[in-house]
């Protein structure tokens, strides 16, 4: 995985950047914003590939998966 993406900013806190040079976070360490960005990572690969694990409230359907991935 690429760690370039996690940095520190002038506040001291931790953040990782995802596509549309977006920030996430603010985290209180390294260690947070590295597991966050994995978190993040896995999320937008089972989208892409279609394994997505909708929270039961919405129900199965699968056909919203095609714009899920472009936000990854």
């Keep these: 995985?690429?760690?370039d993406r996690i940095y520190q900013a002038e506040d001291e806190q931790w953040y990782f950047s995802i596509r549309g040079n977006?920030?996430?976070?603010?985290?209180?360490?390294?260690?947070?914003?590295?597991s966050a960005l994995r978190l993040h990572v896995t999320a937008c690969n089972r989208r892409v590939n279609g394994n997505i694990l909708w929270p039961t409230r919405l129900g199965?359907?699968?056909?919203?998966?095609?714009?899920?991935a472009r936000h990854c």
Excluded: V
């Design 22 to 34: 977006q920030a996430l976070g603010p985290f209180t360490s390294y260690h947070e914003a590295d």
């Design 1 to 3: 995985m690429n760690t």
């Design 60 to 68: 199965t359907r699968r056909n919203r998966s095609s714009t899920a």
